[in-house]
């Protein structure tokens, strides 16, 4: 039979297990108020302070007026100066960069780059990124960005490396082409967009060392960034890379074909590909022979035409339909065509090239 002080005792227990669960329910309810009143106050604040910010950076004398937005919410104040970072450049840079000194807000990112808090360390890394690409700033916080450069945090060594690419030199550049080959496809696209500018730079050295890689995942990975560049850039021995015995790598580089500078011989390899087995790669180098308006490929084209495959016969005839007048005339040709696939590429392809043409 339970005693009256074992009742005692389970009372005690419930009701302290029902005072603890009060209190975390209200220590909750309070960090949920105060999130919204903070998430509140952010609406309400920055719209003003990219205002003032704005007025400042055309050189308006309004510190004193950004200082007390600094004393009513420091975060605030970090993410305003960060929005700025993809419109401005040379002087107005650095005059917002400078901020982050007067406001002595770059000393507590440093102090936050320490912390256990992941998402502390990566807005606080992420703020550096951006003000250190000014010397003074790059005095006070790059040598935490060049240690974060190997961190743990794939998110932080991005922060680092962008940092990297916007203020280091064309050996560091190089560098940072090099790491990013070897990281996640996010990571690499992201890194590809900050590199982009750097992209004649490049190809001058650490591009063609990539492509001449032995190990295929570089390559390919460098092939990749290329093509995401959308630049004309001068890529020698393309033909290599077109035949090479990864089929990955040969899609990409005929990917990259139109935005390269080509030899006969990359020509040529075009057209074997075109001409090969693999119907993947005869769509791919289709589509890039239509690119590149090789008309020496028309009759190669007029065969794919009448392969029998759906895809390579639309791409075949959208090819010619980039060629005229022989490309017209080829398509002309195979609209009486007996093949359902064959009539029907050529004659939809020709109609939307007549009718682009009369626009």
Known sequence: M????????????????????????????????????????????????????????????NLSTIQDFVKRSRGDVADAMLSFQATVRGGARDRICQLSIDLSLIDEWCEDTRRKDIARRRTAFERLAFVC????????????????????????????????????????????????????????????????????????????????????SQVLAALEMLVTWERAVPIPDLSRLIEHNDRRIRIQALRLAPLVPLEKQDHAAIVRVLTGEDAELAVEAARTVGQIRLQAACADLARCLRSGDALLARTAAEALAQMPPIGWTTLEEMVSSTDAITAGAAGEALDRAQRKAKV
Not at 10 to 34: D, S
Not at 146 to 162: G, K, P, S, Y
């Open 2 to 61: 339970i005693t009256d002080l074992e009742l005692a005792l389970t009372g005690v227990v419930l009701a302290a297990l029902l005072a603890g669960c009060l209190m975390q329910f209200l220590v909750t309810m309070t960090r949920a108020k105060r999130a919204r009143a903070r998430a509140k106050l952010s609406i309400e604040l920055q719209p003003q302070i990219r205002e003032e910010l704005a007025n400042f950076l055309a050189g308006a004398n």
């Open 133 to 216: 690409a000014y010397e003074p700033c790059r005095r006070i916080g790059g040598g935490l960005l060049e240690t974060a450069l190997n961190d743990t945090d794939a998110e932080v060594r991005f922060h680092a490396w962008r940092w990297l690419v916007k203020s280091g030199t064309i050996n560091d550049i190089e560098k940072m082409f090099e790491a990013a080959l070897s990281q996640s496809l996010l990571v690499r696209i992201l890194l590809t967009e900050e590199l982009r500018r750097h992209a004649m730079r490049l190809c001058e050295r650490a591009v063609v060392w990539a492509l001449q890689s032995n190990e295929s």
